[in-house]
């Protein structure tokens, strides 16, 4: 089953269970329940990636040969893991054949927990059974030490994934390393950093605490709407206390940073706060193709340049619009927050209709795209709108969702 038909039949199983919610009573206002399922689970975070491990042996201090024997167990695990999602499409594509052959689409919610929940535990095992691996190599006490120090950038990397509030996503550590700084440089950010790292691990562990003991989502059952919200409130009330974190250490942070560094940190900050609006669109991807097409015409050349400056000076202030728009949003919101899926799988619940101020906001970046994709499209001739086109597993930087379901219910 391809990636596509799995997220269609998330969805399948995301409406059906809230087929049992009542319907609006005469006179009574709708309410737009919204739940987005992120890629990275619950139980597992999604696979560690060759990346990750190579952090890991640069924050251990790993010689050249620990690395390469790293590598060499990741390669195990990442076959492990391949085999595990085979055979979890496998099972999905079976269920989907036998829905549609009977008719009886209920087939999704009687089998879809108990099979993500069976996969999810494997993934978790082999998960474990790679980071005792990468522990057992660790030799010395200076190694053994910086263990915690792995334990806690897997949590990050597993849960500030999962989150309905703005700034909830963002680890200040990796936004450091990635600016790639020297060692005196760093001298003054280590301890700080050591610092966030504590306190955030402590921020991380409430939030898990709060989602073990959340409500849980069951397909083919009516929600408990007042036990959804409940757990939706403790929850985004779990993430504004790391986004206040994330923002402390970042103004922290900055401030002990070299003065060259400062804007690309911020501008980092910026991104993995909002990345639905600083994400890299697909009009800067397409001019960036464009652009190195081998065929341009001077005077294409010359349009197409003009235009990714003109489209950057456009796109600065719609997109500070509606990052102070979401941010405004945000603050008084109580009808948003994450619950606890069938099997584990997490979700984040928006209840109610979007603020108008983010709708206005996305509707003048929307404007600004497509007044570049339209110059585009009369710039470049049809071979070249073709080359410039996405290719099969191709995908525009920031979170991918895998899926959402509206569902238009009323409230109690």
């Known amino acids: 089953m391809s990636k596509n038909n799995n997220r269609a039949v998330l969805g399948l199983v995301l409406v059906a269970g809230l087929a049992g919610v009542a319907a609006p009573a005469v006179g009574q206002q709708p309410t737009r329940i919204v739940m987005n399922m992120t890629d990275g689970p619950m139980g597992g975070g999604g696979a560690i990636s060759k990346k990750s491990v190579e952090r890991y042996a640069e924050v251990l201090g790993f010689s050249d040969e620990q690395k390469e024997t790293a590598l060499v167990v990741h390669e195990g695990y990442q076959a492990s893991m391949k085999d595990v999602a085979k055979a979890k499409s496998s099972a999905m594509e079976d269920v989907n054949r036998s829905a549609q052959d009977s008719g009886d689409h209920s087939i999704f919610m009687e089998k879809f927990p108990v099979i993500n929940k069976e996969y999810r535990e494997k993934e978790v095992k082999l998960e474990k059974s790679l980071m005792d691996d990468l522990k ?67 921020q991380i562990k409430n939030r898990q605490r709060v989602q073990a003991d959340a409500a849980t989502f069951k397909p083919g059952e009516a929600p408990d709407m007042d036990a959804m919200r409940k757990s939706m409130a403790e929850s985004r009330e779990a993430g504004l206390k790391i986004k206040g974190v994330n923002e402390r250490f970042a103004k922290r942070i900055e401030g002990a940073l070299p003065e060259e560094k400062r804007p690309a940190f911020r501008q980092a900050v910026r991104q993995a706060t909002f990345p639905q609006v600083y994400r890299r669109s697909p009009i800067t991807r397409d001019l960036d193709k464009a652009l190195a097409l081998n065929d341009l015409t001077s005077q294409q050349r010359e349009t197409l340049s003009s235009l990714k400056a003109s489209y950057e000076r456009d796109a600065r202030p719609v997109n500070e619009a509606w990052a102070a728009a979401i941010e405004a949003t945000e603050k008084d919101d109580k009808n948003s927050g994450v619950v606890t899926g069938a099997g584990g799988g997490g979700m984040v619940i928006r209840m109610g209709d979007e603020a108008q101020g983010v709708k206005d906001a996305r509707k003048a970046r929307r404007d600004v795209d497509d007044k570049a994709r339209k110059i585009i499209k009369e710039t470049l001739n049809e071979g070249q709108q073709t080359a410039i086109k996405p290719q099969p597993g191709e995908a525009d930087e920031g979170i991918e969702m895998m899926g959402e379901a509206v569902m238009i219910r009323s409230t109690r």
Do not use: F
């Open 136 to 202: 057992a190599l660790c030799t010395g006490a200076a190694q053994e030490g910086k263990w915690g120090k792995v334990e806690r950038m897997r949590r990050r990397e597993v849960e500030l994934r999962r989150g309905s509030v703005s700034g909830e996503a963002m680890d200040l550590v990796e936004i450091v390393h990635n600016l790639k700084l020297g060692g005196e440089a760093m001298t003054p950010i280590a301890a700080v950093l050591d610092e966030y790292e504590t306190e955030m691990d402590g």
